[in-house]
């Protein structure tokens, strides 16, 4: 969001310097809110009940709210390095991306689910090299895009095929969720891979059946799939 360089808050305490974030706390609060107030008291009094679960990567760069031209309301969002899906295991703990995807499917019963990844993504990156010592979470979590690593020298090329073979393989754990794939065969519930080429501002969705990620100037559909069962078949509730 573009902004002037906050010049508006000149109060009694001038002598202090200038919380830029509280500024823009009050900007929200005092400019913008008083347009959207009508909409955020429907949200209250009525719940929420976004249908899509768009889980996508932490990088400060994608802005979903841009990418899809929703508001309020209108997302769920999960958002960790990587945009990760760890695996359905029995296990339980304190597996946040794991709850959240619970909560979606089971509560909020949302007809679509976007797995996000992006060029230039440092989750996907990382996973060619060593991470500090001390981040021995990360160093765990980035497991879970082991399988998309490719035995190559790492190069742009490299990693950007890495970054949509992560997508496609986090697409597959979804579907070890056992309230996800009820739903996905039951036509209810569709999965989308999108990979976001944040220096075009194009997201290439990926399409079942050719098995490539397509630009959304070409696709057919916003995405579907994948899973092993339904590959052949034609994409169920797609848009
Ligand atoms: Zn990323």
Request: avoid cysteine; hydrophobic fraction near 45%; glycine fraction near 0%.
């Given at each position: 969001m573009a902004d002037e360089h906050g010049q508006s808050g000149t109060g009694p305490?001038?002598?202090?310097?200038?919380d830029e974030l509280l500024q823009r706390l009050r900007r929200f609060h005092d400019d913008y809110f008083p347009g959207v107030a009508d909409q955020f008291q429907d949200l209250v009094r009525d719940g929420q009940h976004p249908t899509i679960l768009f889980i996508g990567c932490?990088?400060?760069?994608?802005v979903p709210y841009l990418l899809t031209g929703t508001g309020p309301g209108e997302l769920f969002i999960i958002r960790n390095v990587g945009a990760f899906v760890p695996p359905y295991d029995g296990s339980a703990g304190y597996h946040g991306t794991a709850a959240a995807i619970e909560f979606a499917v089971?509560?909020?019963?949302?007809a679509r689910i976007v797995v996000c990844g992006h060029t230039h993504c440092g989750g996907i990156r990382a996973l060619y090299e060593d991470p500090p010592a001390q981040a021995v979470n990360l160093k765990a979590w980035l497991e879970l895009g082991r399988?998309?690593?490719?035995?190559?020298?790492?190069?742009e090329e490299a990693l950007r095929r890495t970054e949509q073979r992560a997508i496609v393989l986090q697409l597959e754990r979804l579907m070890g969720y056992p309230m996800v794939r009820e739903r996905v065969e039951a036509g209810k519930l569709a999965l989308h891979g999108w990979h976001y080429v944040l220096e075009d501002g194009e997201v290439h969705v990926f399409d079942v059946k050719s098995g490539r990620f397509l630009p959304t100037a070409h696709a057919q559909h916003s995405g579907t799939g994948p899973y092993e069962p339904y590959v052949d078949q034609a994409p169920p509730a797609g848009a």
């Open positions: 305490e001038a002598t202090a310097p200038p932490s990088d400060s760069r994608i089971l509560n909020l019963k949302v399988e998309a690593v490719l035995p190559v020298q790492v190069t």
